[in-house]
């Protein structure tokens, strides 16, 4: 086959162009595996990066319906045998109240109720900028890891230590997928 000089200068132009722009940076990603108090799996919560905060979206099922509180807890680690205190306690940079509508509070790792169907599946969608997937000073990921927990009842977003949300009954240690930082692979579709 023979290719014109036209079609070689071409092709060599496409070779020496960058795969990519370098906006191609990903945005970190993060991952928790949720289980219950006699380990088996509840489903999964997904965090995503955003320019205004971290964007947790959890699929859940197997949960008493009604309220339920939800916070980041310090400690990567879920024990069932434990009742999930080897999660330590609510992610909080500084010594700080629980609750949004406590004085001093609330802490970094609150985060707004969410509800179970009647069916025990639970939907959650919510966002918080109190913390970041980086490795910077709001770190999620602090020396022991980070962990998603629900806990059996409500959080009234002031009664110490923990809002009077009842016991803990499920628990994800969180864990990354995509670094910050990370540049997206030449051969990677979008990301979505
Ligand atoms: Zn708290």
Redesign the pocket.
């Known amino acids: 086959m023979k290719l014109s000089p036209i079609w070689l200068a071409l092709t060599a132009l496409l070779l020496l162009l960058p795969a990519r722009s370098g906006c191609d940076t990903l945005k970190a990603h993060a991952i928790a595996d949720v289980v219950g108090l006699d380990g088996s799996s509840l489903g999964h919560a997904d965090f995503s990066q955003t320019s205004h905060g971290v964007l947790i979206e959890a699929n859940l099922h197997g949960l008493p319906p009604g309220p339920h509180a939800m916070?980041i807890d310090n400690v990567g680690t879920c024990d069932p045998k434990k009742q999930f205190a080897s999660a330590g306690?609510?992610?909080?940079f500084e010594p700080?109240?629980?609750?949004y509508f406590a004085r001093g509070?609330?802490?970094e790792?609150?985060l707004p109720n969410q509800f179970a169907a009647q069916d025990g599946t639970l939907r959650a969608s919510t966002i918080s900028n109190a913390f970041t997937l980086g490795n910077g000073t709001k770190s999620l990921f602090g020396p022991k890891g980070g962990a998603l927990v629900l806990d059996s009842a409500g959080?009234d977003y002031l009664t110490q230590?923990?809002?009077n949300s009842g016991k803990r009954i499920a628990c994800g240690p969180i864990k990354r997928t995509i670094a910050p930082g990370t540049r997206r692979a030449p051969s990677q579709h979008a990301h979505k």
């Open positions: 916070h306690s609510h992610l909080s700080r109240a629980h609750g509070g609330p802490h790792g609150d959080d230590p923990s809002g």
